[in-house]
Nanobody, 122 residues
Framework: QVQLVESGGGLVQPGGSLRLSCAASGSIFRINAMAWYRQAPGKQRDLVAYITGGNTVHYAESIKGRFTISRDNAKNTVYLQMNSLKPEDTAVYYC????????????????WGQGTQVTVSS
């Protein structure tokens, strides 16, 4: 079994910063791309950023220059550093990863975390 567990969400004032973490655990052979998505109330879930196994990164236009995605392969963890937060960044943030499990090393499966709430408000 493979699990993704997010942490680091919370309430922050506009202009503030938060750092989200997502740790993968379980029977993991290889972690490929890892990503962060977010979903605001009444809206669809949108891609925020992703990072490939080779550390190529991609960002949504709305957060470019403010958010930074990174990963620590030794810890099976992906991070999202969020700076200059705005009220419109308020959402549930979800971690996503493509993982080859130990029990099927030739096939990658897509996994989601349970989400962590980020609220930007004064």
């Amino acid at each position: 079994q493979v699990q993704l567990v997010e942490s680091g969400g919370g309430l922050v004032q506009p202009g503030g910063s938060l750092r989200l973490s997502c740790a993968a655990s379980g029977s993991i052979f290889r972690i490929n791309a890892m990503a962060w998505y977010r979903q605001a109330p009444g809206k669809q879930r949108d891609l925020v950023a992703y990072i490939t196994g080779g550390n190529t990164v991609h960002y949504a236009e709305s957060i470019k220059g403010r958010f930074t995605i990174s990963r620590d392969n030794a810890k099976n963890t992906v991070y999202l550093q969020m700076n200059s937060l705005k009220p419109e960044d308020t959402a549930v943030y979800y971690c996503n990863a493509d993982i080859n499990p130990d029990w099927n090393r030739h096939l990658a499966f897509n996994y989601w975390g349970q989400g962590t709430q980020v609220t930007v408000s004064s």
